[in-house]
């Protein structure tokens, strides 16, 4: 890992990362004209359109940590280190080097003559309040929890960023400052203690990344020009003018794809659809690494027999959730929904990366990762617990693709085989989703997630740590104790158990079920260039190296 020029932390190193088949995204890279909000048709020239079903949650970086927020967030904000596309390493960005000059303690330089493109200068002082306040806020469906080891942050002059930590020896921090929760964002224009909205901040034009907004309809059209004050490593924007185009119906955005009126597809079209368009003449099919799971969360408050229910009972509600483990058949879902562009995943932490384990294969089902209904019945009449017990399941279609609907359909499907489950399936739009499902509306629901950076770690500490990020009342103080070693532990062998451990700890208690991990594919036209042979490593699809022909 080259971060600075001086020494460079002992993070412990990952295995195997080009053979890793991780989460599937799918971007179609086309040739055409622009399709006007009207439907009507235009010359594209030297612009480029991307066209995606994903939604925005928020543009404040405090208030969203999702891939369609996080799509043009990582366009307009920029953040010390980042990674170079298709690399999981991090290096400077808006810093000049980072140091370690301290067990507890990193140094960032910044570059000279940083700006906002709205004219107001980036400093320290805006360092140190945008993880200030990140911290401060601390909103559910943001990215705060990233920070659990940040400790305070001080600007001793304009130049200079002093990062104190909570624990020593966390190799990781480095990339954490890559992440969502390192975005630097303007403090003449962000409250400190609130979100703000979508239209104040677009007035404010606070960009400080390789874009900024021209124009802003939310989950509608946005346009995007090239930041000039942007100084980092990912370089002046090759194509000036960038569309992003949001559609309702994936098959819309296939017909689209079809015609060729818009340049470039990023999330979501299905696998059949992939399977057509890669059919067509120029079209062709990369397929790559990737990060990304799906997984569904037991909501430890709201679910059958949990903290908050009438019937509470913590020993049927861990009957529920292992029986719902013992009763799906994860290489039908690979097979009959995904035609094996996802395989079964047995850990939160996909096979691949170091220390992952397959913890539910071992604990679950016929023990050899297929189902048993027979061991499901046998954990639930165990409990006590009376049958057919009925399972709410939230999904969502407009953020995870319209395969959901048939993913679901099919865990419906699997569950209610057994006898043991009645299933009552509901679907809800993605800006409302983030919102119901943090506060307990939500039984049991879909997730699904995409690294911030390639280690072990961010398959953990997001789910299973104090205040995760998945906020469904899961909080065990020995799971807990293992994620808070692993992050500081040098030894890679001792690092290693401790994460094989944690799985181990989190599996047999079930607060989320994983299901599928897969590979990624990128589908290209030979007028568009700049779209590497697979997927960034950290699941990022930045628009500054694409160009025509």
């Known amino acids: 890992m080259a971060l600075h020029s001086g020494p460079t932390p002992n993070r412990p190193r990952r295995s195997g990362l080009g053979a890793i088949s991780l989460g599937t995204a799918f971007l179609v890279a086309l040739t055409g004209c622009t399709s006007s909000k009207d439907g009507s048709t235009a010359s594209s020239g030297s612009a480029i359109t991307v066209g995606t079903t994903d939604q925005v949650t928020s543009l404040d970086p405090a208030g969203a940590w999702d891939a369609g927020s996080g799509t043009i967030e990582d366009e307009v904000y920029a953040t010390l280190l980042s990674q170079k596309y298709g690399s999981a390493d991090v290096s400077p960005d808006l810093a000049t080097g980072i140091k370690l000059t301290g067990p507890k303690e990193y140094t960032v330089t910044l570059r000279k003559g940083l700006k906002f493109a709205n004219g107001h200068e980036l400093t320290s002082s805006d ?25 305070s ?8 960023v002093v990062f104190t930590l909570k624990s020593a020896d966390d190799t990781l921090f480095p990339q954490v400052l890559s992440t969502a929760a390192g975005y630097i964002v303007d403090e003449q224009v962000f409250p400190a203690d609130k979100i703000l909205d979508d239209k104040t901040i677009v007035a404010a034009k606070p960009w400080n990344g390789p874009y900024g907004i021209k124009s802003y309809d939310k989950n509608s059209l946005v346009s995007f020009a090239a930041n000039a004050g942007y100084k980092g490593q990912l370089g002046t924007p090759k194509t000036k003018n960038v569309q992003l185009k949001y559609y309702t119906d994936a098959g819309n955005l296939k017909l689209d794809v079809q015609q060729g009126t818009i340049d470039a597809v990023y999330r979501t079209l299905t696998t059949t659809d992939l399977d057509d368009l890669a059919r067509q003449k120029d079209v062709k099919v990369h397929t790559g690494s990737g990060n990304g ?9 709201s679910q059958p027999y949990g903290t908050e229910t009438k019937n509470a009972d913590a020993k049927k509600a861990l009957a529920v959730r292992q029986a719902v483990a013992d009763s799906v058949d994860r290489s039908q879902l690979a097979q ?10 047995y850990s939160s932490v996909p096979d691949g990366l170091t220390g992952a384990i397959p913890s539910f294969k071992s604990l679950y089902g016929d023990k050899k990762g297929g189902p ?3 061991a499901a019945a046998a954990r639930l009449k165990a409990a006590k617990v009376s049958t057919p017990v009925t399972l709410n399941i939230q999904y969502n279609s407009d953020h995870y693709g319209s395969s959901s609907a048939d993913e679901y359909a099919l865990v419906k499907s699997q569950l209610e085989a057994t006898g043991l489950f009645k299933v009552n399936l509901q679907s809800t739009e993605w800006t409302q989703y983030g919102k119901d499902r943090v506060k307990h509306l939500y039984p049991l629901y879909q997730l699904g997630w995409y690294a911030d950076y390639l280690d072990a770690d961010n398959y953990l500490s997001p789910f299973y740590s104090a205040n995760s990020w998945v906020a469904n009342g899961y909080d065990d103080s020995a799971v807990r104790a293992l994620i808070k070693k692993e992050e500081t532990e040098t030894d890679a062998a001792k690092r290693t158990e401790l994460l094989k451990q944690a799985q181990d700890k989190a599996a047999a208690q079930v607060p989320l079920l994983p299901l599928l991990q897969g590979s990624t594919a990128i589908v290209t036209r030979t007028d568009v260039s700049g779209v590497p042979a697979e997927l960034d490593a950290t699941y990022r699809f930045r628009w500054a190296g694409l160009s025509k022909k």
């Open 127 to 151: 360092v140190k309040f945008s993880f200030d306040r990140d911290l401060r806020i601390a909103d559910e469906n943001g990215p705060s929890s990233l920070l659990y080891n940040l400790a």
């Open 153 to 160: 942050v001080a600007d001793p002059d304009p130049a200079t």
């Open 293 to 301: 799971i799906r997984y569904i969360v037991f909501d430890l408050a």
């Open 336 to 345: 009959q929904v995904y035609k094996n562009t996802y395989q079964p995943l």
């Open 372 to 374: 048993d209904a027979a």
